[in-house]
């Protein structure tokens, strides 16, 4: 049977995740806090479309940049421990085994081990158990950043919808009601994925959503208040 742990999912499911949730929060206090400066339509519109553009070329730039330097990071040890393979072999062996030997295994059993995988692949062993590197948290640059820019457009257009149609003496009260329920169903929606707490993950992201609209509703209507 094959097995499909939740691990698997952690390079896209935190890039889209954060995207998402970043394009609701974002997006939506921009046009609470303008709107509650008493903006026209057309004003809002055009600064909920900035935004989302912004936003999406910023966390695009933002993932790439911070998981290339993951990546970067990965590489110079994976070169390093190429390194002291090609030459000092028997030292790694050593370090290898006692490795396991720290996990629970005996002494000769580590040995063993250590004797058959580095046998199969050596590099891979010692990046997987020396340096805790796996196929599955392999830094992928370009996938976090689309994934990023993505979720944040889907994420943003929907207050951007609601400035397009949604009556404006409403606004705000539709945008940050709209918005919370969104953040809800994201929150559970990634909890589940993640395998955690249902509940708590739509809590989470609803109560900082919430907080994020309503300190930019307040600024906004004090610079509103005095132009």
Do not use: C
């Amino acid at each position: 049977m094959i097995e499909t742990h939740f691990n698997e999912r952690i390079g896209w499911l935190r890039a889209a995740v954060l995207g998402a949730n970043d394009g609701i929060v974002s997006t939506s206090s921009l046009v609470v806090g303008i709107a509650a400066a008493n903006t026209g339509r057309s004003e809002l519109l055009i600064a909920a479309i900035a935004g989302l553009i912004a936003g999406a070329m910023s966390m695009a730039a933002g993932e790439y940049v911070s998981v290339s330097s993951q990546s970067d990071t990965e590489k110079a040890d994976l070169d390093r421990e190429k390194y002291e393979l090609a030459n000092f072999d028997k030292e790694e062996h050593e370090e290898l085994a006692n490795i396991y030997v720290t996990r629970g295994l005996d002494k000769e059993l580590a040995v063993k081990v250590a004797d058959q995988l580095m046998a199969h692949n050596a590099l891979e062993a010692h990046s997987r158990d020396e340096l805790g590197l796996s196929e599955i948290q392999k830094a992928r640059p370009i996938q976090a950043a689309l994934s990023s820019a993505a979720s944040f457009t889907i994420g943003a257009l929907l207050p951007v919808m609601l400035v397009a149609f949604a009556p404006l003496n409403t606004l705000i009260l539709t945008v940050s009601i709209s918005s919370l329920f969104f953040l809800g169903i994201l929150g559970s929606v990634a909890a589940y994925f993640g395998g955690a707490n249902i509940t708590k993950g739509a809590l989470r992201v609803t109560f900082w959503g919430a907080l994020a609209m309503g300190v930019t509703a307040v600024i906004g209507h004090i610079f509103g208040t005095i132009v």
